[in-house]
């Protein structure tokens, strides 16, 4: 079973552009999340998708962030216009419906995450 | 406002060298406790979950358990192999699923 993927690895762009990150989930699950870590600090959630609806965006910093999940499969996080601060890593997670089965370890799987360096 | 804390910041251990890494938390109700391994230059990789005070889960060198206010993570016997850095986390009973990290603990074991 394929992973969750994640492209590109690595972009580096200057300061007042744009950068579009995409995330493929695994199959089948209905749940994707963005979470984000910026230099020596933790892992931070940035968003929720069920589906193609936007569950919880209370982690999205400003609207700058723009993150889309059309047809409810790959989704989509846009930095428009980037600013230096939004260098780190940025990681996609995925996790099946867990009302399908409440009890069981309901874990999130993550992608390799991409690197933006904002110059 | 849910907290994780995660101790020490980083351990060196020598292989064979059992030891624990501690994990406490706040939260306003807790649904799951997630340890996390990470590698440098790859995403989360889940060990386990608990989800109540008293549980215990195992996995070859690794023992999990948690009780109302902080996890353990027991490493056994650790070989250089389990050199990363191990993620604890929890997720709120809030009907988010959001899960909030700590910083991590970096493990050197070596040989």
């Known amino acids: 079973e394929a992973g969750v993927t994640q492209f590109p690895s690595h972009s580096v762009i200057e300061k007042g552009q744009t950068v579009t990150l995409r995330c493929d989930p695994i199959?089948?699950?209905?749940?994707l999340y963005w979470y984000r870590r910026v230099m020596g600090k933790e892992i931070k959630f940035l968003l929720h998708f069920v589906k193609e609806s936007k569950q919880d965006e209370s982690g999205m910093p400003n609207n700058r962030f723009l993150a889309e999940r059309t047809g409810g499969t790959y989704s989509t996080l846009k930095v428009q216009p980037a600013e230096l601060e939004d260098s780190g890593v940025y990681f996609c997670?995925?996790?099946?419906?867990?009302?399908?089965?409440?009890?069981?370890?309901?874990?999130?799987?993550f992608g390799p995450g991409t690197r933006l360096t904002v110059l | 406002e849910d907290q994780v804390t995660q101790s020490p910041e980083a351990l060196r251990l020598q292989e064979g060298e059992s030891s624990s890494l501690n994990c406490s938390y706040t939260?306003?109700?807790?649904?799951?406790l997630f340890w996390y391994r990470q590698d440098p230059g790859k995403g989360p990789e889940f060990l386990f979950t608990l989800y109540s005070a008293g549980e215990e889960k195992e996995k070859e060198r690794l023992k999990a358990t948690l009780t109302k206010k902080e996890s353990f993570l027991h490493i056994t016997a650790p070989k250089p192999e389990d050199s990363a850095t191990y993620l604890c986390?929890?997720?709120?009973?809030?009907?988010?699923?959001?899960?909030?990290f700590g910083t991590g603990t970096r493990l050197l074991v070596s040989p």
């Open positions: 986390a929890v997720q709120g009973n809030t009907g988010f699923q959001k899960l909030v």
């Open positions: 939260v306003s109700g807790l649904r799951g």
């Open positions: 997670a995925s996790s099946q419906d867990f009302r399908n089965s409440p009890f069981e370890d309901n874990e999130q799987f």
């Open positions: 199959s089948g699950h209905d749940n």
